[in-house]
């Protein structure tokens, strides 16, 4: 039989060697039936986020960081649905007239995921930030400081100081056009990081939690390429 043709985006034995001993371990414990139902047990018994987190702490340390955080940046990006979406849960952005989802999302000042939430596009930065900060509070209670955008009103602020937070907004200076502002360009590069992913340039699955697994495994793909310094490869055609 004639071998398959390999794809650009392939795992290289360098990084499956990364991921490779999660894996095996979970292997050893269960035996799922097929692909897809094992990539619904890994995200349902937290297997996805464990392997998402332990490679997260590995580039915080091949960087001179330490395995915990102490400050994040949160931001949030509405993407469109395609249409085995339900209706009920997906929303319309008035502010960027996009009807899809929400990602509310969480980083590192390295740009690395701490915390992300999946809603209706709806639903408004503040309400993403407070659970956000909810989720910062619990998995990750290092974090002292948080920075967030305009979007995000008073009750976000109010509701780090309850959670041991304190939240600081970033507002953009005055002038249009694109500006690059202090703290938040990490958390916007991680977002256009995402972007690269065909996977995620609109949001495909049925279950917001589907989608939150998708985003950790995008993660995953650019910290293990991260650590063993390959480029990342992008599903754009490139034409000779």
């Known amino acids: 039989m004639a071998s398959r043709r390999p794809y650009r985006s392939d795992l290289s034995d360098a990084r499956w ?3 490779e001993p999660t894996l095996t371990a979970w292997r050893a ?9 094992r990539i619904a047990e890994w995200e349902a018994d937290g297997t996805t986020q464990r392997l998402h987190d ?16 102490t400050a994040a940046i949160i931001d949030a990006q509405s993407v469109k649905t395609s249409g085995n979406v339900g209706e009920l849960s997906q929303g319309i952005d008035a502010g960027k007239k996009i009807k899809g989802r929400k990602r509310h999302i969480a980083t590192d000042t390295l740009g690395l995921l701490l915390a992300v939430l ?4 709806s639903v408004q930065d503040s309400a993403g930030g407070q ?14 400081a948080t920075w ?48 690269q992913h065909r996977r995620l340039v609109r949001d495909y699955e049925t279950l ?8 950790y495994w995008a993660m995953a793909n650019i910290m293990s390429r991260t650590l063993t310094g390959e480029s990342t490869q992008t599903w754009r055609i490139t034409y000779a």
Not at 54 to 69: D, I, M, T, Y
Not at 183 to 192: D, H, K
Not at 208 to 215: D, F, G, L, T, Y
Request: hydrophobic share 40%.
């Open 17 to 19: 060697a990364l991921i």
């Open 29 to 37: 414990a269960r035996r799922g039936p097929g692909t897809v139902a």
């Open 54 to 69: 332990l490679l997260r702490e590995q580039v915080r340390e091949s960087r001179g960081r330490a395995v915990v955080p």
């Open 118 to 121: 999946v809603t209706a596009a």
């Open 131 to 144: 659970k956000l900060l909810d989720a910062i509070a619990t998995e990750h209670p290092t974090v002292a």
């Open 148 to 195: 967030v955008d305009g979007g995000c009103n008073n009750t976000v602020i109010r509701h780090g100081v309850k959670r041991g937070i304190a939240v600081q907004v970033v507002k953009r200076g005055a002038g249009s056009g694109f500006q690059v502002l202090p703290r938040r360009w990490v958390v916007e590069r991680t977002l256009g990081r995402l972007m």
């Open 208 to 215: 917001p939690q589907r989608s939150r697994s998708m985003i």
